[in-house]
């Protein structure tokens, strides 16, 4: 079955510590996003990537990382200058480039804990 | 900039009642708009869509129906079970700009 796979689905780090988190896709989708979500503040976009080896700033971009080096995969590192990592991640593709009228895919997320 | 508003939750109906959640937007253009439905410790799921006005997008009983005269895209279902309990989320998507999306909605719904 197609999907998109984001591993693991926790993750503990100590303060100061770079973590990677890892979303891969068999749908051969375009578009790839990472997306923050917190209580009650609804989902907030980190990075999008439309095609290989191009990724765009989304509104939180600070602190994070990525890479698009091939089409079904785009890791998200979260490093020590994010002031606040703890929050549950969600990974999602689309196809056409990310088209209006085409739908996000989601993974189930991955919970980061930052002590 | 394009943004999404609805309802705050939490929500709690009991089985079989009405449900409607508000969705409201503002966007420059001719979005396309969703409602997403999130389970307990998943990632979020298509629930329907409408691409242009007028357009009603259903699915599992759930419909809403793309008003741009009252930039509207409400969310209803007309006899809610205990396994709708979920939060809901409209977003809108512009041009190939990433979906924006709404705070959510938590539905609770008692037996």
């Known amino acids: 079955d197609g999907g998109i796979t984001q591993s693991p689905k926790y993750l503990f780090r100590k303060e100061g510590q770079n973590v990677t988190l890892s979303c891969e896709q068999n749908l051969n989708h375009d578009a790839m996003y990472w997306y923050r979500q917190d209580p009650g503040q609804g989902l907030r976009l980190i990075y999008y990537s439309q095609i290989v080896n191009d990724f765009q700033k989304g509104d939180i971009a600070e602190g994070y990382s990525v890479s698009r080096e091939k089409k079904e995969s785009f890791p998200l590192t979260v490093t020590s200058a994010q002031k606040n990592p703890t929050a549950f991640y969600l990974c999602?593709?689309?196809?056409?480039?990310?088209?209006?009228?085409?739908?996000?895919?989601f993974g189930n997320g991955t919970r980061l804990t930052v002590t | 900039g394009d943004s999404v508003t609805q309802m705050e939750g939490p929500v709690t109906l009991s089985e079989e009642a009405f449900l409607t959640i508000n969705c409201t937007y503002t966007?420059?253009?001719?979005?396309?708009l969703f409602w997403y439905v999130q389970y307990p410790g998943e990632g979020l799921q298509l629930l329907l869509k409408a691409t242009k006005a007028d357009d009603k997008g259903s699915n599992k009983g759930f419909e809403a129906t793309y008003r741009k005269e009252t930039t509207s895209f409400h969310l209803e279902k007309g006899s809610v079970q205990v396994s709708d309990s979920a939060v809901y989320f409209c977003?809108?998507?512009?041009?190939?700009?990433?979906?924006?999306f709404g705070k959510g909605t938590r539905l609770s719904v008692i037996a």
């Open positions: 966007a420059t253009g001719y979005p396309s």
């Open positions: 977003a809108l998507s512009e041009g190939n700009t990433p979906l924006v």
């Open positions: 999602a593709s689309s196809s056409d480039r990310g088209a209006s009228y085409s739908p996000l895919h």
